[in-house]
């Protein structure tokens, strides 16, 4: 089945500084979803972007489906963004039948 | 925007006794509701896929006679672990798909499960 791999796993931050979160997946997908979970759990939908460039705030995404990789953007870092983000994408096109990816842990340090 | 409520969000029980998780639909019909389950420190990995009026597809490896789901409305899916273990202590989220998709999934907030 498709793989999803994420980089890197643990990132630690300085309050402002910027970082790039990497998603590659190893077959084709016509979709893809960037999650933030926080410390409590919450799962919290970023960026539904099955192929190109997004942005919401301090947030960017990018999305290279024929190279099979998306790239999350987190500008300006604060203490919230701190937790775990998945990239998802479904196995089989045209589903929801989203497989999560191996996740990032982002500390952010105040 | 789709609203998806889970409950309860905690739950402690004793081993071999059953639990039900509950996860809405509060503002959308969810034709498919989804069950992932995630140990500490690792990723989401999915249960089931349940479709209102008609039985669950359990992933291969979970056991449909220990999860047992029921999707009885296009507002409501449930989660019950039975006779519940040790072993069964996680952190169960639900996710829904509703109209209209292009915003593709919407989660609940999870329910952290311990059996002790």
């Known amino acids: 089945g498709i793989q999803v791999e994420q980089s890197p796993p643990d990132l630690i931050l300085q309050e402002g500084a910027n970082s790039t979160l990497r998603c590659n997946f190893s077959?084709?997908?016509?979709?893809l979803q960037w999650f933030h979970q926080n410390p409590w759990g919450q799962l919290i939908n970023l960026f539904y972007i099955p192929s190109g460039t997004k942005q919401n705030g301090r947030l960017s995404a990018t999305t290279v489906a024929t190279e099979r990789y998306s790239l999350l953007y987190i500008s300006s870092s604060q203490t919230t963004d701190s937790g775990v983000y998945f990239c998802?994408?479904?196995?089989?096109?045209?589903?929801?039948?989203?497989?999560f990816g191996t996740g990032t842990r982002l500390k952010v340090l105040a | 925007g789709a609203v998806v409520s889970q409950h309860p969000s905690r739950v402690i029980c004793k081993s071999g006794t059953s639990v039900k998780i509950e996860c809405r639909s509060l503002?959308?019909?969810?034709?498919?509701m989804f069950w992932y389950r995630q140990f500490p420190k690792q990723s989401l990995m999915l249960m089931a896929t349940s479709n209102e009026g008609s039985k669950a597809t359990y992933e291969q490896g979970v056991e449909k006679d220990k999860f047992l789901i029921n999707h009885a409305s296009l507002t409501l899916s449930t989660l019950t672990v039975t006779s519940a273990h040790p072993e069964d202590s996680s952190f169960y989220i639900c996710?829904?798909?509703?109209?209209?998709?292009?915003?593709?999934?919407?989660f609940g907030s999870g329910t952290r499960l311990t059996v002790v």
């Open positions: 503002d959308f019909q969810a034709t498919t």
């Open positions: 996710s829904a798909k509703g109209q209209p998709t292009n915003y593709g999934y919407t």
């Open positions: 077959d084709s997908v016509n979709n």
């Open positions: 998802a994408v479904p196995p089989v096109s045209g589903t929801y039948k989203y497989i």
